[in-house]
């Protein structure tokens, strides 16, 4: 069993910046690559990056080299430095393990970020 509790969404304008923290608890050894997810109103989930236990990133063409997704092992814990916001970021986040993204109840309740413009 594996919760994922979300944290530091925000309003914010654009241009400006937010962090996002993911605290994960449970059976966390099983978990190999963690990813941040958004959804905005009217879409559907998406992939916003991913990190694994070694360090690789990866991003979505939308986000890349605006947002940065950082890991500390030792603390079980998952950030999000998002920078240059703009009105499309807005959506709620949430974070998750990779491998669990499939199964609906693995979602935690995200955090709500609001990009004004």
């Known amino acids: 069993q594996v919760q994922f509790v979300e944290s530091g969404g925000g309003l914010v304008q654009a241009g400006g910046s937010l962090r996002l923290s993911c605290s994960v608890s449970g059976s966390t050894f099983s978990i190999n690559v963690m990813g941040w997810y958004r959804q905005a109103p009217g879409k559907q989930r998406e992939l916003v990056a991913l990190i694994s236990n070694s360090g690789t990133t990866h991003y979505a063409d939308s986000v890349k080299g605006r947002f940065t997704i950082s890991s500390d092992n030792a603390k079980n814990t998952v950030a999000l430095q998002m920078n240059s916001l703009n009105p499309e970021d807005t959506a709620v986040y949430y974070c998750?393990?990779?491998?669990?993204?499939?199964?609906?109840?693995?979602w935690g309740q995200g955090t709500q970020v609001t990009v004004s413009s």
């Open positions: 998750n393990a990779d491998a669990y993204a499939a199964y609906d109840d693995s």
